[in-house]
């Protein structure tokens, strides 16, 4: 139910596609990634941040949810994390997250991706319309923590991402351009959703229902999004200063997490 939530295609991006087939070669997609952040979730990195073309700033998917799992990571009474743009910094700063700027990866038990640009087959990064990334990425730090045995956890909901080379295939068969954007960087678990966003908060779902405790019950979609959005960051799709992602309505975010947290409090009952 969680997995059928996270990817409902609200914005009609073509997700949809590529998670059904994505369902049926992997059917436990998101308990497999639950259960390597459940049992590696001590020392976790979370890389988050994609810049948008031609303005090159970073958007509002992917922050809100890095910082969502820091706090569950936290709570769990492990240490977190964020590598990211300047922006994004300044943006999460409210919520007083831990951030680093060059982390030794081999000091770390886990490396989670949301949302960050994935290198294509030629080396280079783009958006979903096809548009290439001119500023510094961060997926070297998935490439780094895969030859260190660091496990890796790859969230993203366009084919572009880090940790999406996992289903090339899909991407290339079912997304807009996913010829040329396809990312080719892996990751040893993968969640597909919608919204990146969203596929952090159904890990953190997923991995309540396996640890017994709800931790997502106090997270605030909306004084996340409007506080990043007021601090510099933009929608992606509509590339504005809007308390908006991926051009769907903050309260259709709300309501997403309100059903997570809602079908996690009934199961734990």
Do not use: C
């Amino acid at each position: 139910m969680i997995a059928h939530l996270i990817n409902t295609d609200v914005g009609n991006r073509g997700v949809l596609r590529v998670y059904l087939d994505y369902r049926r070669e992997s059917p436990n997609f998101l308990h497999n990634s639950a259960k390597i952040f459940l049992n590696n979730y001590g020392r976790t990195l979370v890389v988050t941040g994609f810049p948008i073309p031609p303005a090159m700033k970073a958007e509002t998917d992917g922050p809100p949810g890095a910082l969502a799992i820091v706090k569950a990571v936290e709570a769990l009474g492990g240490r977190a994390e964020i590598l990211t743009y300047p922006e994004v910094r300044k943006a999460l700063e409210p919520f007083r997250p831990g951030f680093v700027d060059d982390p030794a990866v081999e000091n770390y038990s886990l490396v989670v991706a949301v949302e960050t640009p994935g290198r294509a087959k030629d080396g280079s990064y783009y958006s979903m319309s096809g548009l290439e990334i001119t500023r510094k990425t961060f997926d070297r730090i998935i490439l780094e923590a895969k030859k260190l045995g660091v496990p890796t956890i790859g969230i993203g909901d366009g084919g572009n991402e880090a940790g999406m080379g996992k289903i090339r295939d899909l991407v290339e068969k079912h997304v807009p351009h996913g010829e040329r954007i396809a990312s080719t960087v892996e990751t040893d678990g993968l969640i597909l959703s919608a919204v990146s966003n969203w596929g952090a908060y159904g890990l953190i779902a997923q991995a309540s229902l396996e640890f017994g405790k709800n931790l997502l019950s106090r997270w605030d979609e909306r004084a996340v999004v409007e506080t990043v959005s007021s601090l510099g960051l933009i929608d992606g799709v509509t590339k504005t200063q809007t308390p908006t992602v991926d051009g769907i309505s903050l309260e259709v975010h709300e309501r997403i997490v309100e059903l997570l947290n809602a079908l996690v409090d009934e199961r734990l009952r």
